[in-house]
C-alpha cells in the first residue's frame, strides 16, 4: 500500500470506511460485546483470538484512534490510555518492577517527576536523573545493572529544552534498553522519535493532539525496534510465560512489534483500567484531522512572540528553541526543522513578584493550568505544577522560580503581542 504523507495519516489514518459504512469513525459507546458461546469467549481470554470483549482493556473507537497515531508516528502497534500520565506510568511499569532502575533526563513534566521519584519510587523503582546537556560519559555512569530503559521528554514541558535522541538511544541501546521518549510538545508533524531511534513514545494526547482543551487522553506507541528477546532475563515479563494468561509468552504470540502493547493491554489495563472513554476518543481524533494545520500556525505564533519578547526592555530572558541564540536551537535544527511547537517561556524584570503581577493584566492569555490549547494561556509553574518541588529540584529541571510558560493559541499573533506588549507596560 502506498505510504501517504503526514497530513493525509492526520485526516485518513487509522480508518476506512467499506461501502456504506459511515464516514466519520463509529462511538462504540459500549462497557461490553456479545458471544454465541462461552468457547468464543474464553479464546479471547486465553488471548488466542484477537476480539473485545470489555471496554476497561479494549474498545474499538480507541483502537481507531490508536492506529492513526501508530502510523503517525510510525510505529508497529499503540493504545490509548485516559491521561498522559497514565500513558507514562504504563510505558515504565510494563518493562520495569520493584527493585529496578530507570534513567530519566531531569528536564521533564513535573507531574511526570513526581510519579516516578515519588510514587512509583514508592513502589521500589530506583530513578536516575540526569541533565537533558549531560556528556555521554556522564549519561553511561548513570546506567546500573537492574537499569531497564531510560526517559525524556523531545521539548520538556515546562522548560523547553530538546532531547538529543540519538545520544539517549545510543547510551541506552549500548547498555540493552528501550528509549522511551514523552513525544507530547513536538507531536508526530514535528518529529518521529522513531526516526532517531526511540523504541516507544508516549503522549499526552490531551495537549496538541487534541488541541481544544476538550478531552484528557494518553497514548503509547511501540516502535517494534527493541528486541526483547536478546535480554530475556532482564525482561522476563515479555520472554517468559505469563501465568495470569495461561502461560503465554508475549514476544512468541505476538511477536517483537506486539509484545509490548499486548502486555500492556492484557496485563496493565486489565489490572488498572486507565482507559480513554471511546467519546473521548472520538473527540481526540476531531483534533488529529486537522493537527498537520494546526501546528504550523501555533508555530508560527511562538516564533512571532518569542522574538517579540527577546527584544523588549523588561524581558530578562526568553526560552525557545526556534529562537536563533537559543541553547537549544542546533539540536532544534536537526530534530525539529519545521518547527517545534507554540510553547515559550520568559522571565520578568521583578522576578517573581513582577511575574503574577504581570499575568493578572493579560487579557487574551488566561491563566491556566493547561498548554497546547487553540487558545492562548500562560501559567507560573513555581505557584503550580512544580510548587512541590525546592529552589533546587526546580533547578534541576530548568524551571527558574520567575519563568512564565506561555502557550500561543492559533489566534493571530498581532493580537497576542499587542496584549503581552500592554502587560508589560503596566509592571
Ligand atoms: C501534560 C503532560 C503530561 C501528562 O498528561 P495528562 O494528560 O495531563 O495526564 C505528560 N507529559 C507532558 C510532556 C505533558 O505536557
Redesign the pocket.
Known amino acids: 500500500m502506498k505510504e501517504y504523507s503526514l497530513g493525509t495519516k492526520c485526516v485518513q489514518g487509522g480508518y476506512t470506511p467499506g461501502n456504506g459504512e459511515p464516514r466519520q469513525i463509529p462511538i462504540i459507546q459500549s462497557t461490553t460485546f456479545k458471544y454465541e458461546t462461552s468457547e468464543a469467549m474464553g479464546r479471547l481470554f486465553d488471548l488466542e483470538e484477537e476480539g473485545y470483549f470489555y471496554s476497561r482493556l479494549q474498545n474499538p473507537t480507541n483502537d481507531t484512534v490508536a492506529r492513526k497515531i501508530c502510523e503517525l508516528e510510525g510505529g508497529s502497534a499503540a493504545m490509548l490510555t485516559s ?6 506510568f504504563y510505558a515504565v511499569f510494563n518493562i520495569a518492577s520493584c527493585g529496578d532502575h530507570i534513567v530519566s533526563s531531569s528536564s ?2 513535573g ?2 517527576y513526581n510519579l516516578f521519584a515519588v510514587t512509583m519510587k514508592r513502589m521500589g523503582i530506583d530513578f536516575t536523573f540526569v541533565s537533558p546537556d549531560c556528556t555521554e560519559e556522564e549519561l553511561n555512569a548513570a546506567f546500573q545493572p537492574n537499569t531497564k530503559a531510560v526517559f525524556g ?1 523531545t521539548i ?2 515546562p522548560a523547553l529544552t530538546v532531547l538529543d535522541i540519538e545520544k539517549f538511544a545510543s547510551a541506552a541501546h549500548a547498555h540493552g534498553v528501550p528509549l522511551i521518549v ?1 513525544n ?2 513536538a507531536t508526530p508533524v514535528n518529529c518521529r522519535p522513531f526516526e532517531w531511534g526511540a523504541d516507544i513514545v ?1 503522549h ?4 496538541y493532539m487534541d488541541g481544544h482543551a476538550a478531552g ?3 497514548c503509547i506507541v511501540d516502535s517494534g525496534n527493541f528486541d526483547w528477546t536478546k535480554y530475556p532475563e532482564k525482561y522476563p515479563g515479555l520472554c517468559t510465560p505469563d501465568d495470569s494468561y495461561h502461560g503465554v509468552i508475549y514476544t512468541e504470540r505476538f511477536g517483537i512489534g506486539g509484545a509490548y502493547i499486548t502486555k500492556a493491554t492484557a496485563q496493565l489495563m486489565r489490572d488498572f483500567g486507565a482507559m480513554q472513554s471511546p467519546q473521548n476518543a472520538f473527540i481526540l481524533n476531531l483534533g488529529l484531522e486537522s493537527l498537520h494545520v494546526r501546528m504550523k500556525r501555533h508555530c508560527e505564533n511562538g516564533l512571532a512572540v518569542a522574538k517579540f519578547l527577546q527584544q523588549h526592555e523588561k524581558v530578562t530572558y526568553v526560552n525557545y528553541c526556534g529562537l536563533e541564540g537559543d541553547a537549544y536551537h542546533e539540536l532544534a535544527e536537526k530534530y525539529l526543522p519545521n518547527g517545534s511547537c507554540g510553547v515559550v517561556s520568559f522571565g520578568v524584570k521583578g522576578g517573581r513578584k513582577a511575574a503574577e503581577n504581570f499575568m493578572k493584566h493579560l487579557k487574551i492569555a488566561a491563566i491556566e493550568t493547561h ?2 490549547d487553540a487558545r492562548t494561556c500562560c501559567l507560573h509553574p513555581a505557584s503550580a505544577t512544580h510548587r512541590q518541588m525546592n529552589d533546587e529540584e526546580l533547578e534541576a529541571c530548568g524551571v527558574k522560580p520567575d519563568l512564565i510558560r506561555y502557550s500561543c493559541g492559533l489566534e493571530n499573533a498581532e493580537d497576542l503581542i499587542a496584549d503581552l506588549s500592554q502587560a508589560l507596560e503596566q509592571i
Open positions: 491521561s498522559g500520565q497514565a500513558a507514562s521533564i513534566y507531574g511526570t521528554e520538556a514541558n514523552d507530547t510538545f508516549t499526552s494526547t490531551t495537549k484528557l487522553g494518553g498548554v497546547a
